[in-house]
């Protein structure tokens, strides 16, 4: 896909920092990928020790929610897409010359950081066309009550989730209803960019995965945002008595995702947790060297789907193991 050149105002600096890193070319060479490789698995260890109890519906301290949700400066991370979420808890922007689309609303508390985000870089909050969401957990949909009230933007929510989130989690976060549902497979098209929904289904029932097309340097990337594939400590897989499965189906549901996951072509990788494709680590990198992107990351992404998988599968033997004694 050939997307054509956005052009906006900007603050100066940010600007020019975004025209240079248009103007090079963004091939990740061999040893950069390694060293990032190697952050990226520790990254992947760090998240799924202690705080994946903050991704659970109301399990979540202050701590915890500040240590996710710090501010960090939006940037231009490839092509037409640009990162506006805090720390932890991501928000991707994903500009077109018909308007824009926003992926997650991070806390209720994320959404005034997400809107200073999108006005750093030097757009326009009405810009906003269409609001997608990767999952109903309050860590991503908490502020999409204030950010679809704040931009006017259409919200666009997966069948499975959008009916937790028209409840605000039983009352968790803000609640906001979907002037759409979606389903598995929808494309949702905005200025000449199309957004794909891949249910991915099992951390929530509506769990999506985003896909889209880049063209940055004049090449072309896959670009997939990961909803999640992470099975939550309080979660149960298999239905037993005095003990049932977290819902009906998420077995099955597990599987699914992991089939979608491994069949995505994935150039670029981004998720809804930085932690799961190392953001500070390839923020800092880029900084550093604007001429080489570590978002282009196939190897990473991989990586990501394999780790995961083998937590869920480690996770179903010990319940049945659980189970036969």
Request: proline share 5%; aromatic share 8%.
């Amino acid at each position: 896909m050939r997307l054509r050149t956005i052009q906006r105002s900007a603050s100066l600096l940010t600007t020019r920092d975004l025209e240079d890193r248009k103007a090079t070319p963004h091939n990740m060479p061999h040893k950069n990928i390694s060293q990032l490789f190697t952050i990226f698995v520790l990254a992947i260890a760090v998240e799924t020790a202690v705080p994946l109890l903050a991704h659970a519906q109301g399990q979540v301290t202050s701590d915890q929610i500040k240590a996710m949700n710090q501010p960090v400066p939006p940037f231009h991370a490839i092509g037409n897409i640009y990162y506006v979420g805090a720390s932890d808890i991501t928000s991707f922007l994903i500009v077109t010359p018909a308007g824009d689309f926003l992926l997650d609303g991070g806390f209720a508390d994320t959404a005034p950081q997400i809107e200073r985000n999108i006005q750093t870089l030097g757009f326009k909050l009405t810009d906003v066309k269409i609001l997608l969401n990767s999952h109903g957990h309050l860590d991503h949909a908490g502020g999409l009550a204030e950010l679809k009230a704040k931009t006017g933007a259409k919200l666009l929510l997966m069948a499975g989730d959008a009916e937790v989130i028209a409840t605000g989690g039983d009352g968790r976060f803000p609640a906001v209803k979907a002037d759409q549902v979606i389903h598995d497979g929808e494309k949702v098209s905005l200025g000449g960019v199309t957004m794909t929904a891949h249910l991915t289904p099992g951390h929530t029932r509506g769990c999506t995965t985003w896909t889209t097309a880049v063209q940055d340097a004049g090449t072309n990337y896959n670009v997939v945002f990961v909803g999640s594939a992470s099975v939550l400590p309080n979660y149960r897989l298999i239905d037993r008595p005095g003990k049932p499965a977290t819902y009906s189906g998420i077995q099955a549901d597990y599987e699914k995702t992991f089939r979608v996951l491994n069949s995505l072509p994935c150039d670029v990788f981004f998720g809804a947790h930085g932690s799961f494709f190392s953001l500070t680590a390839k923020r800092e990198a880029m900084a550093k060297n604007p001429a080489q992107n570590p978002f282009i990351d196939p190897d990473g992404y991989h990586a990501y789907v394999a780790h995961a998988e083998k937590v869920y599968q480690t996770e179903l033997e010990r319940e049945r193991s659980e189970q036969a004694n």
